[in-house]
């Protein structure tokens, strides 16, 4: 079965430079979500989407910005970045009116140096 | 704000034992409870899950039990083997659309 493609799987990046990271829903999945997992840490929510539109928000900073497409994939922009935001960031998406099950993609590692 | 949290931070198991993983939870909004379990390297992969008008639900060799009263979340874990290592998550959400709230992982080492 199809599963969340997120790409790239590792990026490495310096301070101040920006970050584009992408993320391929399941096929049908109209919602996105983006989290965030410091080291030993648990995800913590960034963002969601539901149909293109932002359907909440997290602990995002304001150097992330993030959107979802026509064809519901999405991506998450990070600018000016910091060392701080050397973390994996994992994509998820679900069907929102069928079930509340999210299905998470494998990650994007991060680092910044 | 609302937050989900383990008792134990880490769990070592004999192969073949049952394991429990415990869950506090504090947001008694939240309709919807989830067990994760991450490897190394990987996402959260979906384990089981309870409503919050049930108290208990099986899987295969799983169990998640519920008790609202005292917002009480476990995850048993029967005939634990080694590929049973991992982080687990026990999570929350107040709608079907709603992020999921992580609480901090537990450790689970299975000893060959």
């Known amino acids: 079965a199809a599963g969340v493609i997120q790409s790239p799987r590792h990026l490495i990046k310096e301070k101040r430079e920006t970050a584009t990271l992408k993320c391929y829903p399941i096929p049908r999945h109209d919602t996105v979500y983006w989290y965030q997992q410091g080291p030993g840490q648990d995800p913590q929510f960034l963002i969601s989407f539901y149909e293109k539109m932002q359907s909440d928000k997290g602990s995002i900073p304001d150097r992330f910005s993030a959107q979802q497409f026509s064809d519901y994939h999405s991506e998450l922009n990070m600018s000016s970045l910091e060392l701080g935001d050397s973390a994996l960031y994992f994509c998820a998406s679900s069907f929102r009116d069928y079930s509340y099950e999210q299905y998470f993609g494998p990650g994007t590692r991060l680092t910044v140096t | 704000g609302e937050s989900v949290g383990l008792h134990l931070p880490t769990l070592s198991v004999q192969e073949g034992d049952n394991s429990i993983i415990n869950c506090a939870y504090s947001n008694s909004a939240s309709d919807y409870f989830i067990w994760y379990k991450q490897e190394s390297g990987k996402g959260p992969q979906f384990i089981i899950d309870i409503r919050s008008n049930m108290d208990k639900r099986q899987g295969q060799r799983v169990t998640v039990l519920l008790n609202k009263t005292v917002k009480h979340l476990s995850l048993q874990i029967a005939a634990t083997q080694p590929g049973d290592s991992a982080v687990y998550f026990c999570?929350?959400?107040?709608?079907?659309?709603?992020?999921?709230?992580f609480g901090p992982g537990t450790s689970l080492s299975v000893i060959p």
């Open positions: 999570a929350e959400t107040v709608t079907s659309y709603d992020k999921v709230i």
